[in-house]
């Protein structure tokens, strides 16, 4: 059974930066992409980055270009968010998804994720 449970968010100062983290497990990972989603008080669902487990392959949404870095330890079965130069409007619950259909082409619609985590929460004070 897949399981994806997110961790490290909390409260963090406009500027400041925070590294969220997604742990994976029940599958073998290998091969498929992996997505970080958020969603404001609100709002919807909005794609943040994605990566190809294998290829190392990335796609960011506009707004986190420059500023977040999506990663993943193989060995320790995680993905990662690195987030820096944080705003107001970043804050969020940050979602990590799995996506098992896609391959080569990373998805930017959480339709095409399969596997979600609980997410967490990240608030960029001003």
């Known amino acids: 059974q897949v399981q994806l449970v997110e961790s490290g968010g909390g409260l963090v100062q406009a500027g400041g930066s925070l590294t969220i983290a997604c742990a994976a497990s029940?599958?073998?990972?290998?091969?498929?992409?992996m997505g970080w989603f958020r969603q404001a008080p609100g709002k919807g669902r909005v794609f943040v980055a994605a990566?190809?487990?294998?290829?190392?392959?990335?796609v960011y949404a506009e707004a986190a270009k420059g500023r977040f870095t999506i990663s993943i330890d193989t060995a320790k079965n995680t993905v990662y968010l690195r987030m820096t130069s944080l705003k107001p409007e970043d804050t969020a619950v940050y979602y990590c998804?799995?996506?098992?259909?896609?391959?080569?082409?990373?998805?930017?619609?959480?339709?095409?994720?399969?596997?979600w985590g609980r997410g967490t929460q990240v608030t960029v004070s001003s």
């Open positions: 990566m190809n487990w294998s290829t190392g392959n990335t």
């Open positions: 998804a799995a996506d098992f259909m896609g391959g080569a082409r990373l998805s930017r619609e959480y339709h095409e994720y399969a596997y």
């Open positions: 029940g599958h073998t990972f290998s091969g498929y992409n």
